[in-house]
């Protein structure tokens, strides 16, 4: 599958899904934004701040929830650094 085949099946995906909400998907946008960024790499490396930003989450606790649900309906793989100085890597499912 080509590289432009899998974001389209990721965000059609995405905005079919009824489980996410309007926050979800302006995640999910960042996220696909980055992941197209670095070359389709999967995983990527992710700056929470720079994440949050492109997404217009304010809070780390909905940063936080966000990857959680995601993670947990299986959009992505998440590895936290748990440094602030390396980036933590996501991987599109």
């Not at 720079?50 to 606790?61: C, G, I, P, Q, Y």
Request: with cysteine.
């Amino acid at each position: 599958m080509c590289n432009s085949e899998r974001l389209k099946g990721f965000l059609q995906r995405v905005i079919s899904d009824s489980n996410l909400t309007t926050t979800h998907i302006g995640f999910c946008t960042a996220l696909a934004v980055a992941w197209t960024e670095q070359e389709f790499r999967n995983p990527f490396s992710i700056s929470r701040r720079k994440l949050m930003s492109a997404s217009k989450v304010k809070s780390t606790s909905t940063y936080h929830r966000i990857i959680s649900d995601l993670k947990s309906l299986k959009y992505i793989e998440y590895n936290s650094s748990y440094h602030p100085k390396e980036a933590s890597a996501i991987a599109i499912l």
